[in-house]
């Protein structure tokens, strides 16, 4: 079960990173200062995609796909597994 755990985790992370950086990508095609907030400034992420809800809608939505694969994980994981997690 751990072993399946840390796959679903790693299936969820990896879409979660995916999606972030096609986000990204949108910001920064909005606008360099959209792109730079993104990376630097807290939240302005979430701005983003309130402001700019018809670019961002498909890869904000599909990222929230990668929720349910890390609860899943987590949930599978053992917990001897999970106090090793890098932190």
């Known amino acids: ?3 399946l755990g840390m796959v679903l985790m ?7 990173l995916v999606y972030g950086i ?3 990508v949108k910001a920064f095609q909005t606008s360099v200062w ?3 907030g993104y990376i630097f400034v807290p939240f ?4 983003f995609v309130i402001v700019h809800w018809q670019v961002a809608k498909k890869p904000f939505l599909m990222s929230l796909t990668s929720i ?3 609860v899943l994980g987590m949930v599978l994981m053992p917990e001897s597994a999970v106090t090793q ?3």
């Not at 790693?10 to 979660?16: K, Q, R, T």
């Not at 302005?44 to 701005?47: A, E, G, Q, T, Y």
């Open 1 to 3: 079960m751990g072993t």
């Open 10 to 16: 790693g299936i969820g992370i990896v879409i979660a």
């Open 22 to 24: 096609i986000l990204l």
């Open 34 to 36: 959209w792109g730079l």
């Open 44 to 47: 302005v992420s979430l701005i």
């Open 68 to 70: 349910p694969f890390i």
């Open 85 to 87: 997690l890098p932190r």
